[in-house]
């Protein structure tokens, strides 16, 4: 197997990019409410940082046509793995990819975008709570911690994680879902099975639970709501809320206390029950898996808790 080869290692998420109606609106709004720093805005890019990186947030301008949400993510690689490493493993393993020569973007078996970028060594590599700021703000994340996508192919889109960009298995849970790791952290990359694959949520890490009541509440008093939780997942372990996003069509997850993975982790199967998802309870509304209109009115009336079903997907 290609796994046991692989000469990709990735060191994290590098950054997630998503494309926006109006960026000079999008920036700010982003900012404002989750605690992020905008790093450049133009009118058709904007970069915004958690912490002290360059940025973990790339806005662009949708084109003509172009649908709004995801665009792409890119992968930082680790230290010992230099691009043209990347680009050699890549021409072995792999037919659709790009280079453009200071990344590689590389489509997966859903023709999902994933950019590799190079390691980016940083002068000052102490802690952020060791350092000195005057233009980062008190309620910000500590950095971007993962991506969350629903598929239909599982299976190799899976594979295409582990043997083309050298991830590895966090667990499953039962055929319903994969979570997978490039670092000691649970998970980087998690997948969800659907017969309707979208992006489903970027997630910032939060220092604590103290960190997310703030938060919770800045987002409310921006009119915000959670489409699910406070939670507590049993696969992962993080606590969290998902924030519904409805200019562009995703949830950001906001979250603290992941399960940190001993070296040499082995996968685990979680049953495929409620308190996998959620030892606090509850579990979503179906509302949650989708991004139509109906569902947002659904979620945003609260309709499936008060007793009327979410309608079909319309088309
Ligand atoms: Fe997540």
Redesign the pocket.
Known sequence: MARETSVIRLRKIDHVCLRVGDVAEAAPRYAIQFGLTIRDLASDRATLACDYEPYSLELVAAGPGEELGFAHCAWQLRRSVPLEAARDWLKSTWESWDDRGDHLVVADPEGVEHHLVPYLHEDDRRPAVARRTSDLPALRPRKL????RLTADMEGVTRFHADVLGMEISDYLEDAGTWLHVSSEH?QM?LVSSAAPHF??I?FDYVDFGALRSLFDNLASHGRWLSWGPVR?GI?Q?M?G?VRITEEPLHV?C?CDMEQLEPEHEPRTFPDDRFSSNTWGPLPPRSYFRFDAAAIESERESLETRGIPLPPVSG
């Open positions: 911690g993962h991506i969350n998970h998690a489903h949520h997630a997942h992962a993080n969290c998902y997850e979250y």
